[in-house]
């Protein structure tokens, strides 16, 4: 059974699209993460929910709005894509926000984006 | 600012030697420090983590890392490595905040492990 599952793995796409990312976890954990990895492999937080809660946003362009329905879902939609939007976006999950469980993260294989 | 530097960006090691990677981190207070590896086209897994305690810590897959306060360090080493080692490794620092804002990780930069056969 896969732990964190994002959708879809490849997404390629031209400037100005729409676009977006799903994420869901069976863990049963109630915080969630966007991180964007960049061309050298940086790993950076975008956003962090808790129980449908955003608790964390590192300034991120408002052309990026994460949407939680639920405590094990988090999606991440893209207005008006740029060619610096190109890196694989990964979703994680963990138990709780603020205890030490909160570092141990899991992570979903990434969905690589491209935008042309 | 809290910052984790991995000075190393490749190291190629041949199959059955010994690996060490390098991290250092720079955070005011007492550190939180993880390795997370993440395999080819695969997303981060837990290592090992430091809370507290004793310094030399052990992980998954034959890890151990050891913290070192008087040089900001925390290494990762394996004393023989498996082609299956052949990844990247991530070194992060916990980042503690008020209860409301929520915990997150500040990760180095990454070393991308190659072995040979």
């Known amino acids: 059974d896969t732990a964190v599952s994002q959708t879809p793995k490849y997404l390629v796409t031209q400037m100005g699209n729409d676009k977006s990312i799903k994420c869901e976890q069976n863990?049963?954990?109630?915080?969630m993460y966007w991180y964007k990895q960049d061309s050298k492999k940086f790993l950076k937080i975008m956003f962090s929910?808790?129980?449908?809660?955003?608790?964390i946003n590192e300034t991120v362009p408002n052309r990026f709005s994460p949407k939680s329905p639920d405590k094990a879902h988090l999606n991440l939609h893209i207005n008006s894509l740029e060619l610096g939007d190109s890196a694989v976006y990964f979703c994680?999950?963990?138990?709780?926000?603020?205890?030490?469980?909160?570092?141990?993260?899991?992570f979903g294989p990434g969905t690589r984006l491209t935008v042309t | 600012a809290q910052s984790v530097t991995q000075p190393d960006i490749h190291i190629t090691v041949s199959e059955g030697a010994s690996l060490e990677l390098r991290c250092n981190y720079s955070y005011g207070a007492t550190p939180y420090l993880f390795w997370y590896v993440q395999s080819p086209g695969q997303g981060l897994q837990l290592l090992l983590k430091y809370f507290s305690g004793d310094t030399l810590v052990q992980g998954i897959k034959g890890f151990e890392a050891e913290f070192k306060r008087s040089q900001s360090s925390f290494n990762l080493r394996k004393p023989s490595v498996h082609w299956s080692d052949a990844a990247e490794y991530f070194c992060?620092?916990?980042?503690?905040?008020?209860?409301?804002?929520?915990?997150?990780?500040?990760f180095g930069g990454g070393t991308r492990v190659l072995v040979k056969p």
């Open positions: 863990l049963g954990h109630d915080t």
């Open positions: 992060a620092v916990g980042i503690r905040t008020i209860k409301a804002a929520g915990n997150k990780l500040t």
């Open positions: 929910y808790n129980n449908k809660e955003l608790i």
């Open positions: 994680a999950s963990s138990q709780d926000r603020a205890s030490r469980s909160s570092y141990e993260q899991y």
